[in-house]
């Protein structure tokens, strides 16, 4: 199985991204699966999760409002629409997806079947 982020790049503050996070080797019908990232401090911070099967999702107070996680089942790939980007958002984002679909594990102590490498965001005058 295979995680495979793309869509991250250099933007304005203020501005938008839509990252994507296609899955490969399995289907995410029954999985948790989320977006974390690790800033350049080195530090690892929480983002978004989301129970696929039942759309049940939950995201840190720091992008609440302003980023949306969703899935495309069909297209067996997980999504993260960020809107009002601030420079504190620059990380390196990253997905990572339990596929017992354990969503409380995966955000509260970062337990993780698959992650991929991740999509570099840089948000900055």
């Known amino acids: 199985v295979q995680l495979v982020e793309s869509g991250g790049g250099l933007v304005l503050p203020g501005g938008s991204l839509r990252l994507s996070c296609a899955a490969t080797g399995a289907t995410m019908d029954s999985w948790a699966i989320g977006w974390f990232r690790q800033t350049p401090e080195n530090e690892h911070e929480r983002v978004a999760v989301i129970h696929v099967r039942d759309g049940s999702a939950v995201y840190e107070d720091s992008v609440q409002g302003r980023f949306t996680i969703s899935i495309d089942r069909a297209k067996n790939t997980m999504y993260l629409q960020m809107n009002s980007l601030k420079p504190q958002d620059t990380a390196v984002y990253y997905c990572?997806?339990?596929?017992?679909?354990?969503?409380?594990?995966?955000?509260?102590?970062?337990?993780?079947?698959?992650r991929g490498r991740g999509t570099q965001v840089t948000v900055s005058e």
């Open positions: 990572a997806a339990s596929r017992r679909g354990w969503l409380l594990a995966l955000w509260q102590r970062h337990q993780y079947d698959y």
